[in-house]
């Protein structure tokens, strides 16, 4: 299966959080409108589950089929309402052995990669629809209608209603890294031999471009060339547009551009900015109401924040926790409700949409200890002060804290500070799913590491 892969604006979003943070980042001269002050959240955190326990949590995979959410833990798939809720049918749940990666969303099946074969289920029963026999090394991706398949320098395009093979074509060199699908074009990324466009109806290859595959959409594809310009190509081929030091995600004739200023809506094909927002994040979905924004500020926890489609503003945003990569196992699903489904940390889930009725406002006491990790004696820290949710305490000599903090569903921001450097991934994120939160902290220098 394809295997996770780090997306090249990460380390521009890096880049350019220092140019934000410094002040070096200006907008630029007739940039078009600022985005509108945030109105009432009407974004959040709708429902939270517990994550079925897994002896491997960092397998444990995500696919929203139709109003089904699966979640497979490496052995087990289970069926849940995608929206939250109980499990669907009847508890049904399928014992399989699978591969790395194994867990995918075809269009009204999820793809299941075992050892030795690619097995489509109905996503409600979990009962098997087709079966293919593959080579244990062949990697899979789904795009659309689609699924596609490498393995013995062979490219597959296969329906993923019935299992049958369109068309095959030779592709000697490249493990497969992504695939997006537009207006009769097939997009392909190849590791380390860049991009590859077939027809999709005939599997001719069409050109090949020596760059990263963003997305595809409206008739055109969004090309990275080496992790700082974007370029816009048709179907064709032909180059509509080049943005220089940005990336973008396309949806239909908006091209949604992060750059050193923000992020900034374009109309395609003027290119005439109808917004911009100045957030330091890569937009990773978009839909007719809402654009969502993966947000790494230098001086806080990662976010994904939604912003108005039509005017920037922002509508809402759920701390998602810290670290690089893509979104923790994410599951996009369309439509009102939850629109996304991630894991935070190997317990929870979570179901991000639509903003469901308000919680009621009460407090709740929050003890720990912070303490330096590392050390067989767990030294306590004295003196530190803790944020949890924007209220502060100071640890005692024995490294205790207490603070009284609102009940919420959705993660909450959590920094560490003290008198010495910390080496420590602060600030962080957590959910407060008990009375207890104990913080290690990592001193720069200690002097104390595991034997």
Same mark, same amino acid.
């Given at each position: 299966?394809?295997?996770?892969?780090?997306?090249?604006?990460?380390?521009?979003?890096? $880049?350019?959080?220092?140019?934000?943070?410094?002040?070096?980042?200006?907008?630029?001269?007739?940039?078009?409108?600022?985005?509108?002050?945030?109105?009432?959240?009407?974004?959040?955190?709708?429902?939270?589950?517990?994550?079925?326990?897994?002896?491997?949590?960092?397998?444990?995979?995500?696919?929203?089929?139709?109003?089904?959410?699966?979640?497979?833990?490496? &052995?087990?798939?289970?069926?849940?309402?995608?929206?939250?809720?109980?499990?669907?049918?009847?508890? &049904?749940?399928?014992?399989?052995?699978?591969?790395?990666?194994?867990?995918?969303?075809?269009?009204?099946?999820?793809?299941?990669?075992?050892?030795?074969? *690619?097995?489509?289920?109905?996503?409600?029963?979990?009962?098997?629809?087709?079966?293919?026999?593959?080579?244990?090394?062949?990697?899979?991706?789904?795009?659309?209608? !689609?699924?596609? /398949?490498?393995?013995?320098?062979?490219?597959?395009?296969?329906?993923?209603?019935?299992? $049958?093979?369109?068309?095959?074509?030779?592709?000697?060199?490249?493990?497969?890294?992504?695939?997006?699908?537009?207006?009769?074009?097939?997009?392909?990324?190849?590791?380390?031999?860049?991009?590859?466009?077939?027809?999709? &109806?005939?599997?001719?290859?069409?050109?090949? $471009?020596?760059?990263?595959?963003?997305?595809?959409?409206?008739?055109?594809?969004?090309?990275?060339?080496?992790?700082?310009?974007?370029?816009?190509?048709?179907?064709?081929?032909?180059?509509?547009?080049? *943005?220089?030091?940005?990336?973008?995600?396309?949806?239909?004739?908006?091209?949604?551009?992060?750059?050193?200023?923000?992020?900034?809506?374009? /109309?395609?094909?003027?290119?005439?900015?109808? !917004?911009?927002?100045?957030?330091?994040?890569?937009?990773?979905?978009?839909? $007719?109401?809402?654009?969502?924004?993966?947000?790494?500020?230098?001086?806080?926890?990662?976010?994904?924040?939604?912003?108005?489609?039509?005017?920037?503003?922002?509508?809402?945003?759920?701390?998602?926790?810290?670290?690089?990569?893509?979104?923790?196992?994410?599951?996009?699903?369309?439509?009102?409700?939850?629109?996304?489904?991630?894991?935070?940390?190997?317990?929870? *889930?979570?179901?991000?949409?639509?903003?469901?009725?308000?919680?009621? &406002?009460?407090?709740?006491?929050?003890?720990?200890?912070?303490?330096?990790?590392?050390?067989?004696?767990?030294?306590?820290?004295?003196?530190?002060?803790?944020?949890?949710?924007?209220?502060?305490?100071?640890?005692?000599?024995?490294?205790?804290?207490?603070?009284?903090?609102?009940?919420?569903?959705?993660?909450?921001?959590?920094?560490?500070?003290? /008198?010495?450097?910390?080496?420590?991934?602060?600030?962080?994120?957590?959910?407060?799913?008990?009375?207890?939160?104990?913080?290690?902290?990592?001193?720069?220098?200690?002097?104390?590491?595991?034997?």
């Amino acid at each position: 299966m394809t295997p996770p892969r780090r997306a090249p604006w990460i380390a521009l979003i890096a $880049a350019l959080a220092l140019e934000v943070g410094s002040g070096l980042a200006q907008p630029a001269a007739g940039a078009g409108p600022t985005a509108a002050a945030p109105a009432a959240p009407t974004f959040g955190v709708r429902w939270r589950q517990a994550l079925p326990r897994t002896t491997a949590p960092h397998r444990a995979q995500l696919a929203i089929i139709g109003d089904t959410l699966l979640i497979g833990d490496g &052995a087990t798939i289970r069926a849940r309402r995608a929206d939250g809720g109980a499990p669907t049918g009847r508890g &049904a749940r399928a014992r399989l052995t699978l591969a790395h990666d194994a867990l995918l969303a075809g269009d009204g099946v999820a793809l299941v990669r075992t050892r030795d074969a *690619l097995i489509a289920l109905d996503p409600i029963t979990l009962r098997p629809r087709w079966r293919v026999a593959c080579a244990p090394m062949t990697r899979t991706a789904t795009a659309g209608p !689609w699924v596609v /398949e490498r393995s013995r320098g062979t490219l597959t395009l296969r329906r993923a209603g019935d299992g $049958a093979i369109a068309w095959t074509a030779p592709l000697p060199f490249g493990d497969l890294h992504g695939v997006a699908i537009d207006d009769g074009t097939l997009y392909v990324q190849l590791l380390g031999e860049g991009v590859v466009a077939f027809d999709v &109806a005939t599997g001719h290859e069409r050109w090949r $471009a020596a760059d990263y595959l963003g997305n595809a959409s409206g008739g055109r594809v969004a090309i990275n060339v080496g992790g700082a310009t974007t370029r816009i190509l048709l179907a064709d081929g032909t180059e509509a547009r080049r *943005l220089d030091h940005a990336w973008a995600y396309l949806d239909g004739d908006t091209a949604f551009v992060m750059d050193a200023a923000g992020v900034a809506a374009l /109309e395609l094909p003027s290119g005439a900015t109808a !917004w911009r927002h100045p957030h330091v994040g890569a937009v990773v979905a978009a839909d $007719a109401a809402r654009v969502y924004v993966d947000e790494r500020a230098p001086d806080g926890p990662r976010a994904l924040v939604a912003l108005d489609r039509a005017t920037g503003a922002e509508g809402g945003r759920v701390i998602i926790g810290d670290g690089d990569g893509d979104l923790p196992w994410p599951a996009w699903r369309p439509g009102a409700g939850t629109r996304v489904v991630i894991a935070f940390g190997d317990r929870w *889930l979570l179901g991000l949409g639509d903003r469901a009725a308000p919680e009621r &406002a009460r407090l709740r006491t929050v003890r720990g200890r912070v303490r330096i990790h590392g050390c067989r004696a767990a030294a306590p820290v004295a003196g530190a002060t803790v944020a949890i949710a924007g209220v502060r305490a100071i640890s005692d000599r024995a490294g205790r804290f207490r603070v009284r903090v609102p009940t919420t569903r959705a993660p909450v921001a959590v920094r560490v500070e003290t /008198e010495r450097p910390l080496d420590s991934p602060f600030p962080t994120a957590a959910l407060l799913d008990g009375a207890r939160l104990d913080l290690d902290a990592g001193w720069l220098g200690a002097g104390c590491h595991d034997e």
